[in-house]
């Protein structure tokens, strides 16, 4: 049907309107076939010789009557403007933008609320899901005792976790250890790396002045801490994974390193290397830092090198070692005398 914008039906007076401004009030809302106000404020008030208080009052006591075309249900819907603004608003934007009837509105914004509750529910059921699906993993991860696969450094900061229950007292215990920022930056990446493990969940915060998420917490499991207070005092925890996918997966990780340097047999040019090669490792090796190491390197056959890089803590525990020369008379004659004697099993 063809659009027929508006049409003029009358002005409304309130019954307690007083009688003086009903003329006024008339000459005021008065329309041109073009729907122009034909008069302005200033000839309302010269004409009757009334002042702004009674142009105030027959907007309060008036409104021009008017029915405008609605886009929604496509039909001229009953409006009220109190004030010849209000009025051109609405027929001016009637032209460019779609004109919304009252009761449409209603309609539109009681579908939009059910949309947002909608969407909303739907929410919440997948954080629900997704909270069930972290509680499952975690749970899962106790089950496997996860902290298994941790480097000694990590299970202690799981342990510290576990004691604390407070990230703050968590960082206050490692600045008192006078940390360096690797250190901080150490921490931080074992708590990423108990989180990889579902062992526990950490929280994050973006940090506008730093342009990146920062930790600002961490939650676990309280069957977390019992578990794994429980095995700890079993020394269950004791051995880490060296590698999932090995056999030998219980096996103590290595924290000393050896290996022989072999020459370079295919330098052919000033700037190769003197000793190059490829080698395989068969155990985890782990150097820590903030540990004091000894290192050595002794030549062998063929001019290779043999190199070591063992933590002091290690050496420490040697056993001390001296020669039958270096006992006393006495002591020398007696082991000599044990050791011809002592029957060797074959």
């Known amino acids: 049907m063809d659009k027929d914008p508006i049409k003029i039906i009358g002005i409304d ?17 008065d329309l ?35 029915e405008i075309y609605c886009d929604r249900c496509e039909a001229l819907k009953k409006q009220f403007a109190s004030n010849k603004t209000e009025f051109n608003n609405i027929y001016r934007y009637s032209y460019y933008k779609p004109n919304i009837c009252k009761e449409c509105k209603e309609i539109e914004e009681e579908l939009k609320q059910k949309e947002l509750e909608k969407q909303q529910q739907k929410l919440r059921e997948e954080q629900e899901k997704k909270k069930q699906e972290i509680v499952q993993n975690l749970n899962k991860a106790i089950n496997e005792k996860a902290w298994r696969n941790l480097n000694p450094y990590q299970f202690e900061v799981l342990k510290n976790c576990l ?9 206050q215990y490692y600045w008192n250890k006078n940390p360096t920022p690797q250190d901080f930056k150490k921490l931080f990446s074992a708590l990423k790396i108990l989180a ?13 002045f730093r342009g990146y998420d920062i930790i600002t917490g961490f939650k676990y499991l309280e069957r977390l801490k019992a578990e794994f207070e429980y095995n700890y005092k079993k020394k269950d925890t004791s051995k880490v994974k060296s590698n999932p996918t090995q056999e030998n997966q219980d096996k103590e990780i290595v924290n000393a390193l050896k290996m022989r340097l ?16 490829t080698i395989r490792f ?7 830092p903030n540990i004091d190491y000894t290192f050595a390197q002794w030549k062998r056959s063929n001019d290779d090198l043999y190199f070591t890089l ?3 803590a290690e050496i420490e ?16 004659e007696h082991l000599t005398d044990f050791l011809n004697n002592m029957e060797i099993e074959k």
Do not use: W
């Not at 007076?13 to 809302?29: G, L, N, Q, S, V």
């Not at 041109?32 to 309060?60: L, P």
């Open 196 to 208: 990889s493990e579902n062992l526990i969940i950490i929280e994050t915060e973006f940090d506008r």
């Open 163 to 171: 004691s604390f229950n407070s990230f703050n007292e968590l960082k």
């Open 310 to 312: 063992v933590p002091k």
């Open 13 to 29: 007076f309130d019954e307690d309107c007083p009688k003086e401004i009903i003329e006024p009030a008339k000459m005021y809302f």
């Open 262 to 277: 072999t020459i370079n047999d295919c330098s052919n040019h000033p700037d190769s290397p003197l000793y190059a090669g």
């Open 32 to 66: 041109n076939d073009s729907f122009e106000f034909k008069f302005t404020i200033d000839s309302v008030k010269s004409k009757f010789d009334i002042k702004d208080k009674d142009i105030a009052s027959i907007r309060k006591y008036s409104n021009l009557i008017y």
């Open 317 to 332: 525990k040697l056993p001390v070692q001296k020669t039958l020369s270096q006992e006393p008379k006495i002591l020398q």
């Open 282 to 288: 068969k155990e985890k090796i782990v150097i820590e």
